[in-house]
């Protein structure tokens, strides 16, 4: 896989349509208008290619969700996943070792027996199994203290940078535009519509913008009076070395397992494990230094759920940002008081498996045709103080 085409020349006076945001949602967006003939699309990184949420080892893809437009969402990216490597020519390391959710109370159990019925009437692989067979797909778990479980094995994960890394590319072969280094420092609305892209390096005339740029979304969207509600917020992940096992046994391959009680979650990496959990005490803020202060919380959790994990240790690991909302589900859409403002953030983790179909649906958006979802759900205006009928978004398979 060659490297994409990018540049620090000088920017274009004019583009159709500027993407703010060079990570895998803003690369997606941007292939998907490009491919649909929409001439002159600029992306516009302030850092270089994939380097924000989207810089990390692997990303999870699944259709294993709770709310229908997720399931979707996720269940049209996997398809796009599974024919990356013959559309685009790129190992994307694409490995199906399906999820595996441990329900740990009665109530765990009644939730995700109504999402995985949910998620088969959608098509997705997902279904209950007794402990039995958790015990067979993950050794590694104490079924002794679950009263459940679901396992999807459509799903997996691969590796964001070489998705990035190929829509920029086939970005560029279509004649669209890459620029890394880039800050955007206002928008012009002063028309009454988007007019411009104002940045540290000039202003690109334009008549419509995407912000795509994840944990930085909400400045982008003060600078048009368009409020979008994310914040950044820490996560980190740490990998065990090989000899890290028991025994000394390489470790068995596993789902991508995760305790809904605790939000622990590993699966295999290089020859170790890959460790995470979600910290619910991490404050919100741009900080990306990878530290341990998450380890006694994974430990004590994987001392119940997954003894042979806890204490484990570590070899290195990778700090980065969520993306979070108030519900932590994605807003997608257009703006309703604000001509050519579209959006595309707030994935809060779900952002690399559900960037292929966003991209799609965000280039039906601007051309004016009906998307093969409604997003209505996922509209900015749920978080409004009369939303207007929207409503939140209440997702169970989150972590």
């Known amino acids: 896989m060659t490297s994409p085409a990018t540049s620090r020349a000088p920017l274009p006076a004019h583009a159709e349509v500027v993407v703010v945001g060079g990570g895998v949602m803003g690369t997606s967006i941007a292939f998907h208008l490009a491919e649909a003939g ?25 259709a294993t969700f709770s709310d229908p437009g997720n399931v979707l969402l996720g269940k049209r990216s996997l398809e796009t996943y599974e024919g990356f490597a013959e559309r685009f020519s ?11 959710f441990l329900c740990r109370s009665d109530a765990e159990v009644a939730a995700v027996e109504a999402s995985t019925d949910m998620q088969q009437s959608l098509g997705a692989s997902g279904r209950m199994i007794d402990l039995e067979e958790v015990a067979r797909l993950n050794p590694l778990v104490d079924t002794s203290v679950l009263t459940g479980a679901s396992f999807s094995p459509r799903d997996g994960y691969a590796e964001p940078a070489r998705v990035v890394a190929a829509y920029a590319t ?16 206002g928008i012009d609305t002063s028309g009454g519509a988007v007019e411009a892209v104002e940045t540290d390096r000039g202003t690109i005339r334009t008549g419509a913008v995407v912000v795509a740029a994840g944990a930085w979304s909400a400045q982008l969207g003060a600078m048009a009076g368009v409020p979008l509600p994310v914040v950044p ?20 391959t596993v789902p991508f397992t995760l305790d809904l009680s605790t939000t622990l979650y590993f699966h295999n990496y290089a020859g170790g494990m890959l460790l995470g959990i979600s910290n619910a005490d991490e404050p919100e803020g741009f900080g990306r230094m990878f530290d341990d202060a998450w380890v006694p919380a994974f430990d004590e959790a994987a001392g119940v759920v997954a003894p042979a994990l806890a204490g484990r240790p570590l070899e290195g690991g990778w700090a980065g940002l969520y993306e979070n909302t ?19 953030t707030g994935f809060s983790g779900h952002g690399f498996l559900q960037a292929p179909a966003v991209g799609e649906v965000v280039r039906d958006l601007y051309r004016g045709v009906e998307p093969f979802l ?21 997702e169970v398979h989150i972590i």
């Open 38 to 62: 929409v001439r002159d699309v600029v992306v516009l990184e302030q850092g270089t290619l994939g380097s924000g949420s989207s810089a990390k080892p692997l990303g999870g893809v699944r």
């Open 90 to 100: 790129t190992d994307i390391g694409l490995r199906q070792v399906g999820y595996l």
């Open 170 to 185: 086939a970005l560029t072969s279509l004649g669209g535009r890459v620029h890394e280094g880039v800050t955007v420092t």
């Open 233 to 252: 917020v820490r996560r980190q992940i740490g990998f065990t070395p090989d000899s890290a096992n028991p025994g000394g046994r390489p470790y068995p």
């Open 326 to 344: 108030p519900d932590h589900n994605a807003i997608i859409g257009a703006s309703r008081h604000l001509d050519g403002f579209f959006y595309a």
């Open 374 to 394: 409604d997003v209505t759900p996922f509209d900015v205006a749920r978080f409004d103080p009369d939303p207007e009928g929207h409503a939140l978004l209440a």
